[in-house]
T-cell receptor, first 108, second 117 residues
Framework: DAKTTQPTSMDCAEGRAANLPCNHSTISGNEYVYWYRQIHSQGPQYIIHGLKNNETNEMASLIITEDRKSSTLILPHATLRDTAVYYCIVRAGGKLIFGQGTELSVKP | DTGVSQNPRHKITKRGQNVTFRCDPI?????LYWYRQTLGQGPEFLTY????????KSRLLSDRFSAERPKGSFSTLEIQRTEQGDSAMYLC???????????????FGPGTRLTVL
């Protein structure tokens, strides 16, 4: 079973920051938080991952709380092409266990 | 680097027929994963290989399913005697765990969409 809880859906205005929350209250000390997104009918796309520290790359930023029980994915300037299902995954071992994800709709 | 490729992209078959899908991972990636995704759900893990060795299989992988990676490069997933419940997107991912732990990042292919009539 997925070890994360995410809102089912969110809206964001184009050009604004999209903040996607994720709860993972049972995370263990050596488990990483991964984020993927899936645009309709395509394979999942890797976004970012982290363990304890906040992380940033060209796509997004990942903010992990100090107790590691929750995290937030930030898309700093959302565009219409960011409309997708976003999956937050706590990874233990090789496989990824996907939950239902958050359906993000970016609106003009 | 051309990314993970999967063939065919779409497959329509009749119930009871056998089907085979192919996945070509990113060059030099030694781990290869198969997932299945049904409509409205997140992908579900099926199995994975490190080089030629199949290291883990989900209980979702019934006896009708078999996966191989004979030379540690491409992989095939075969479904025998297909059923309508097998209709899904079959996704392949590859990774390279050079760090030796499990922080390897999986990169997914576009998937093969199977429809069983």
């Amino acid at each position: 079973d997925a070890k994360t809880t995410q809102p089912t859906s969110m809206d964001c205005a184009e050009g604004r920051a999209a903040n996607l929350p994720c709860n993972h209250s049972t995370i263990s000390g050596n488990e990483y938080v991964y984020w993927y997104r899936q645009i309709h009918s395509q394979g999942p796309q890797y976004i970012i991952h982290g363990l304890k520290n906040n992380e940033t790359n060209e796509m997004a930023s990942l903010i992990i709380t100090e107790d590691r029980k929750s995290s937030t994915l930030i898309l700093p300037h959302a565009t219409l092409r960011d409309t997708a299902v976003y999956y937050c995954i706590v990874r233990a071992g090789g496989k990824l266990i996907f939950g239902q994800g958050t359906e993000l709709s970016v609106k003009p | 680097d051309t990314g993970v490729s999967q063939n065919p992209r779409h497959k329509i078959t009749k119930r009871g027929q056998n089907v085979t899908f192919r996945c070509d991972p990113i060059s030099e990636h030694n781990r290869l994963y198969w997932y299945r995704q049904t409509l409205g759900q997140g992908p579900e893990f099926l199995t994975y290989f490190q080089n030629e060795a199949q290291l883990e299989k989900s209980r979702l992988l019934s006896d009708r399913f078999s996966a191989e990676r004979p030379k540690g490069s491409f992989s095939t997933l075969e479904i025998q005697r297909t059923e309508q419940g097998d209709s899904a997107m079959y996704l392949c991912a590859s990774s390279s765990p050079w760090t030796g732990d499990d922080t390897d990042t999986q990169y997914f292919g576009p998937g093969t969409r199977l429809t069983v009539l």
